[in-house]
């Protein structure tokens, strides 16, 4: 039986390697277990994946008693441990040096300087006069971000010299926080800061294939300042842009060294054409793959542990979509939520594919300065992106979440 091991991420990705006929170990952290990993593991290893010196005696135990052939993730803090594990066994997929390219966002941005890829000037910085500094060369805005964080985390829009004191005091005062939404794997530590991009932005959903990358879809991408508030698929892109922007993906994802799996790019379509915001080597986050799946019918998270062992056709370059997707999030006003209206309703629609709370009655709202502060999201369908993103809005704006002032303890 052909064996693949699974680390971290979700127990729907092990059910659907099992659906598949596939032997399934998964390798878990202790802190994310869930029963349904259990449920659906051939066989369960905990430890703690992010500490190398725990996780390779494990796994070199695991690999000469199963034998596994093939390594997959689709949670980003476990990308770095799977190119290691690749590369310990010489096993196909992304290696490590690869993995590290899309996790660190400086060395990204510098590796794509040294290739005819088009990118944003970028440096490390360490204090307000860096930002300063840079800012004078570039001009201003500029976008300060933590070098290898997640959900919008620190992310802070300069818009002048006057702004780099506060923005640098805010940004760093979140290094070394341990209350952090998933702040054990996503340290904040290091920053960097590099030229504002201009235009509309879109994430772009692939997978490649021995490098071939398959362009599966183009997403509508809507934003509070830097916080992700909604998202459309197919994205209405006239056939040249569309072309353009498939082509410099394709580009990127060569010159990055990626050759088989998922990727994550975003993007902007600027004044001089399309470019990386970041990218990433594993699914979308955002429930954008339950879009892919509503508008394509192509279920790229079975794709991520099918098509290793070839028991999935190869993507054509362009798939057609069937009909439109699209999500909206949405955020209470800060306080402890009484009560939450609306929900039956929007659950009884037609066009409504899932609603999902991320708080519930008792817990505390907080102001959204980042992806993880926000209140719920709706994902619905329609006809085409226009119809499929104006249900959805109108389906979010059913849910009317009541708070109240948290009192004092």
């Known amino acids: 039986m052909e064996t693949i091991l699974v680390v971290g991420g979700r127990p729907e990705t092990l059910a659907k390697a099992k659906a598949l006929g596939l032997r399934v170990l998964s390798l878990q952290h202790k802190d994310r277990l869930l029963p349904a990993h259990v449920a659906s593991s051939d066989a369960l290893f905990l430890v703690d994946y992010t500490d190398w010196s725990l996780t390779r005696p494990l796994v070199e135990a695991v690999h000469r008693v199963y034998g596994f052939t093939h390594v997959v993730s689709l949670a980003e803090q476990c990308m770095e441990v799977v190119g290691r594990i690749n590369d310990l066994f010489g096993l196909p997929g992304t290696s490590e040096a690869v993995s590290m390219l899309f996790k660190d966002k400086l060395a990204m941005r510098e590796h794509l300087a040294r290739t005819d890829v088009p990118t944003a000037a970028a440096a490390s910085v360490q204090d307000a006069e860096g930002i300063r500094a840079f800012g004078a060369a570039h001009g201003f805005p500029v976008v300060l971000k933590p070098i290898g964080n997640t959900a919008s985390r620190g992310v802070r829009i300069v818009a002048s010299a006057a702004e ?143 098509s290793p062992f070839g028991l999935l056709p190869e993507l054509p370059d362009r798939p057609r979509a069937l009909r439109g997707a699209a999500t909206r999030f949405f955020a209470a006003d800060p306080g402890e939520i009484v009560a939450i209206h609306g929900a039956d309703e929007v659950r009884a629609h037609e066009a409504t594919v899932d609603l999902e709370f991320f708080l519930g009655v008792g817990d505390t709202a907080v102001p959204v300065v980042e992806n993880f502060d926000r209140t719920g999201q709706v994902l619905a369908r329609g006809a085409d992106t226009a119809e499929a993103a104006d249900v959805c809005d109108r389906l979010a704006e059913k849910i009317r979440v009541e708070t109240v002032p948290r009192r004092a303890s």
């Open 164 to 306: 780099a004191e506060e923005a640098w005091a805010e940004a760093n005062g979140l290094a070394g926080r341990e209350d952090l939404v998933l702040g054990q794997f996503f340290p904040v530590d290091r920053f960097l800061v590099e030229e504002y991009l201009d235009g509309p932005e879109y994430s772009v959903e692939s997978f490649s294939f021995d490098g071939r990358h398959s362009i599966v879809a183009i997403t509508e991408k809507y934003t509070w300042g830097v916080v992700e508030a909604a998202h459309a698929l197919p994205a209405r892109l006239s056939a040249d842009s569309e072309r353009e922007v498939a082509a410099y993906v394709r580009s990127f994802l060569t010159a990055m060294g990626l050759r088989d799996g998922l990727a994550h790019t975003e993007i902007k379509i600027t004044a001089k054409g399309p470019r990386v915001i970041e990218s990433h080597n594993r699914i979308a986050g955002e429930r954008i793959p339950d879009l892919v799946v509503s508008a394509y019918e192509i279920d790229l998270e079975q794709y991520s542990v099918g």
